[in-house]
């Protein structure tokens, strides 16, 4: 079955680090792009960045770079998002997908998301 | 980048057809034939509904259709069931540094 498992909830206080995960069935990572989408409470999708666990290359959202860092393990087919400092506004769910692409001369293009982890909610306050 | 344009809310009695409508800009919604549309019910991570602007992934009723005209993108439910109530979502490849870009959704309410 093609599916993505994302590591539980994590309650956290400002300051602290985090780092979640998401690990895919083979046939979910073998060959494809997994993206990270962030929903904050009661807000919409917001799409954060991307790797391809085949050799780490990793793209992130302008609003994304520098505040978190997307990272791979291919041998445990496993990715994972993680915060140096965390702040009371990246309470949100964050959800794993994996994301189906094209590539033209060189560029890659990102067209949908097909296959979505059931997403992990991170809470951080004081 | 700012996200494409949806309207707040769409709805519809039992039967009837609703559309919502996805706008954005010639670097992405009308440059590109890489819309997509995803439903969100309340607690659930979303699904897709539609990509590549007009095909339904295997198991996605054919009562959801989609379409493109310039710069607008369209999600049309018909005959709206009980079932379809939940946040939908487009999304679209874009060239700009953001690389992808999601709407701002649309609640929809069965009445």
């Known amino acids: 079955e093609v599916q993505l498992v994302q590591s539980g909830a994590e309650v956290k206080k400002p300051g602290e680090s985090l780092k979640i995960s998401c690990k895919g069935s083979e046939n979910s990572f073998t060959g494809y792009w997994i993206a990270w989408v962030r929903q904050m409470p009661g807000k919409g999708l917001e799409w954060m960045g991307i790797?391809?666990?085949?050799?780490?290359?990793?793209r992130y959202s302008p609003s994304f770079r520098g505040q978190v860092t997307i990272s791979a393990d291919m041998s445990i087919t496993t990715t994972y998002l993680q915060w140096s400092s965390l702040k009371a506004s990246d309470t949100a769910i964050y959800y794993c997908?994996?994301?189906?692409?094209?590539?033209?001369?060189?560029?890659?293009?990102?067209?949908?998301?097909?296959?979505w982890g059931k997403g992990t909610t991170v809470t951080v306050s004081s | 980048q700012s996200a494409l344009t949806q309207p707040a809310s769409v709805s519809g009695s039992p039967g009837q057809s609703i559309t919502i409508s996805c706008t954005g800009t010639?670097?992405?919604?009308?440059?590109?034939?890489?819309v997509s549309w995803y439903q969100q019910h309340p607690g659930k991570a979303p699904r897709l509904m539609i990509y590549d602007v007009s095909n339904r992934p295997s198991g996605v009723s054919n009562r959801f259709s989609g379409s493109k005209s310039g710069n607008t993108a369209s999600l049309t439910i018909s005959g709206l069931q009980a079932e379809d109530e939940a946040d939908y979502y487009c999304g679209s490849y874009t060239s700009s540094s953001t690389l992808y870009v999601f709407g701002s959704g649309t609640k929809v309410t069965v009445l």
């Open positions: 790797i391809y666990p085949g050799d780490s290359d990793t």
């Open positions: 997908a994996r994301h189906r692409s094209g590539r033209i001369k060189q560029q890659y293009l990102f067209y949908y998301m097909d296959v």
């Open positions: 010639s670097s992405d919604v009308g440059g590109y034939n890489y």
